[in-house]
């Protein structure tokens, strides 16, 4: 841990969808400048968690607080622009090029409308429009893509589309990046790659916190792992504490028989 500064904490953290309780009474701090990791089995409720501090989702209880102020229920465009960014486990694009697609991420977290600028104050767009090209440019630079700008997002490895998605979520310049599955069904070269991008971000001061099916990267990544298996908090510690602690090798072993009896 490079801080003992909590950026974001959740206390009695519940989401429930039609009596299915995806998290329940979750309470978990993200330090500043650490790589977070979030891992849990199957249907453990790692992206609800994200989607509840992000905006996405409203919580039916508990309550949130990024840099000191409670966010609970906020929703997603004002929390990103408080310096809260995320990616998602499908990297969708637009039908775009790349430049396009990183700059779009530049007006959803301004909140601005281009359309609209254009129309009523057509020098403003035009000057924006060259701020935000330098801006997308260099978040590109700095996940290895900035010779992939003028491509179109749909000639892309599956690699290339998350280092783009990252680079769409760098380009507000957030404090705190949110990272769902940013590794997989990738090989061992690509996931280098991403984890050394992963390392870089947090070299910059951006706190990350980072879900994934691969423990063996979380393990190898994080400074602090929080482990939840239906939705509640079973385990939280060190990269070596979590290996070795019986709740957690329970929880998995659960899921893998689960699998075998399928």
Known sequence: MTSDEVILSARQLSKHFDGVKAIT????????????????????????????????????????????????????????????ARSFQTAK???DTVLENVMAGMYYYAGTDPIKTFLWRPNLFRMQEKEIKIGALKALEFVGMADFA??????????????????RALVSDPKLLLLDEPTSGMGISETDEVKAVIRHIRDTGVTVVLI???????????????????????????????????????????????????
């Open 25 to 84: 009474g979750l309470d978990i701090n993200i330090k500043r400048g650490s790589i977070h990791g979030l891992i849990g089995p199957n249907g453990a409720g790692k992206s609800t968690f994200f989607n509840v501090v992000s905006g996405f989702l409203s919580p039916n209880e508990g309550r949130i607080d990024f840099n000191s102020v409670d966010i609970t229920g906020l929703p997603a465009q004002t929390i990103a622009r408080m310096g809260l």
């Open 93 to 95: 694009m637009m039908p």
């Open 150 to 167: 003028y491509r179109w997002s749909g000639d892309l490895a599956w690699v290339e589309r998350q280092l783009v998605q990252i680079a």
């Open 212 to 262: 994934s099916h691969d423990v063996s990267l979380v393990v190898d990544l994080c400074d602090w792992i929080t482990v939840i298996n239906f939705g509640k908090k079973i385990s939280d510690g060190s990269p070596e504490y979590i290996q070795n602690d019986p709740k957690v090798l329970e929880a998995y072993l659960g899921e893998e028989d689960r699998r075998a009896q399928s």
